[in-house]
């Protein structure tokens, strides 16, 4: 009896800190695409990780499968540039795997350009816990239109 319920509270106290630590996640992600909204690019640096970075998988003008590169520099400086509610990703969390200070985010999306449906893809976010705030080290993405 002592051992279930040894087993019991650790099971609670585990899934109590996982779900705090997807919590965390979440925020930094959803940092990011508050900063979108909100045309703040200071907010947007804040969710990277220093060295991180950016890539796209898209189609070229003959129908290959590429991947393009952008540097975090640029794309925060760009979400400084954007008046307010001109870039509005709306994501979903779909899955969150977590090991140690390092996870992993799938989000679908929807993409909106003041006020209109521009596309739709999927992020992948790689995160890493760094002096206990979790950091974006690394997003790819699909884009549909």
Known sequence: MKINVLLFCFGFFYSSHLYAQEAEIQQTVNQLFTAMRNGDSALAANAFAPGAFMQTVAK???GETMVRQESVANFTG???KQKKDAADEQIS????RIDGDMAFVWTPYKFFWNGTFS?????A?????L??????????DTRRK
């Open 78 to 80: 760009f979400v400084g």
């Open 119 to 123: 596309h739709s893809g999927v992020n």
């Open 93 to 96: 969390f779909e899955t969150i």
């Open 60 to 62: 070229n003008k003959e």
């Open 131 to 140: 002096q206990n705030q979790w950091k974006i080290q690394y997003i790819i």
């Open 125 to 129: 976010f790689c995160l890493v816990r």
